[in-house]
């Protein structure tokens, strides 16, 4: 099952449809984009239920530019990778 995190803080089951792709956005493209494309909070749960019987696909893709690349007036790549790892301490 996956989950993503409302702007309210609730957690949401999102349907799992055979004729859907979801694409999780990450948050140097929110960045880029100027919000365009919102970065989600997700979580991946354990299914039960019907969704035990039906396949899901996951399929991460990691992709992080150039440190010298512009992402915003506000940001190379190397900066905001900088402050987000400042953010969750391990920078």
Not at 36 to 46: A, E, G, I, L, R
Not at 55 to 76: A, D, I, K, Q, Y
């Amino acid at each position: 099952g996956l989950k993503i995190l409302s702007q309210e803080g609730d957690w949401i089951d999102v349907p799992n449809r055979p004729d859907q792709v979801l694409i999780n956005i990450g948050d140097m493209l929110q960045e880029v984009s100027a919000g365009y494309f919102p970065s989600t909070t997700h979580q991946v749960s354990t299914p039960s239920g019907e969704e035990l019987s039906q396949g899901r696909m996951s399929l991460p893709l990691f992709l992080h530019p150039r440190p010298e690349v512009v992402l915003s007036p506000r940001h190379t790549a190397e900066s905001y990778l900088h402050e987000r790892l400042l953010e969750l301490g391990v920078a």
